[in-house]
């Protein structure tokens, strides 16, 4: 569209407007997916554990406000991301794809809560959606996300 001298068109500016929401999708899926498949739970002598522990007191409490964060009302992503100034882990709500991502926020794990990912198999029971999330997370692939800063 630069070439044909297109910049100034409606057909323009949506293509801008909806490029990051797209990119966003595509890459979260990747994250999602990816994270996925593991059998054996998180190794407590492992790096992510321990800084999970660090900054959130205990495992348990990381993982109760996590489910919450998943459980809220609404579509989109809870995340737990990583801050690549301060390695501080915390989660997150993304609204759709493209609505409250923190700046260079690094995603550690990433939870797709569309309706996509669990209403054939769920229903509007979230709650077990979740649950069997955690049971199938890839612990091994999340934890070579975490970077040591």
Same mark, same amino acid.
């Given at each position: ?15 801008? @407007?909806? +490029?990051?929401?797209?990119? &966003?999708?595509? /890459? ?18 492992? @790096?992510?554990?321990?800084? =999970?522990?660090? *900054?959130? %007191? ?8 996590? @489910?919450?964060? %998943? ?5 989109? +992503?809870?995340?737990? #991301? ?8 915390? &989660?997150?709500?993304?609204? *759709?794809?493209?609505? %409250? ?6 995603? =550690?794990?990433?939870? *797709? ?8 198999? #769920?229903?509007?029971? /979230?709650?077990?959606? =979740? ?5 199938? =997370? &890839? +612990? !091994?692939?999340?934890?070579? @996300?975490? !970077?040591?800063?």
């Amino acid at each position: 569209m630069v070439k044909e001298g297109k910049m100034a068109t409606p057909e323009f500016s949506e293509l801008k @407007r909806r +490029w990051g929401w797209e990119f &966003n999708g595509m /890459r979260l899926h990747e994250y999602y997916f990816e994270n996925l498949g593991g059998k054996e739970g998180l190794g407590k002598e492992g @790096r992510l554990f321990k800084k =999970i522990s660090e *900054d959130f %007191g205990t495992y348990e409490n990381w993982e109760k406000e996590f @489910r919450a964060v %998943g459980a809220m009302r609404g579509i989109g +992503w809870a995340i737990l #991301y990583q801050d690549p100034w301060t390695g501080q882990l915390f &989660n997150c709500w993304i609204n *759709d794809h493209d609505t %409250g991502h923190p700046s260079g926020g690094l995603p =550690i794990l990433v939870l *797709d809560v569309f309706e996509h990912a669990f209403m054939i198999d #769920y229903g509007l029971k /979230r709650a077990d959606y =979740i649950e069997a999330f955690f049971k199938n =997370i &890839n +612990w !091994k692939e999340v934890e070579k @996300r975490l !970077k040591s800063l």
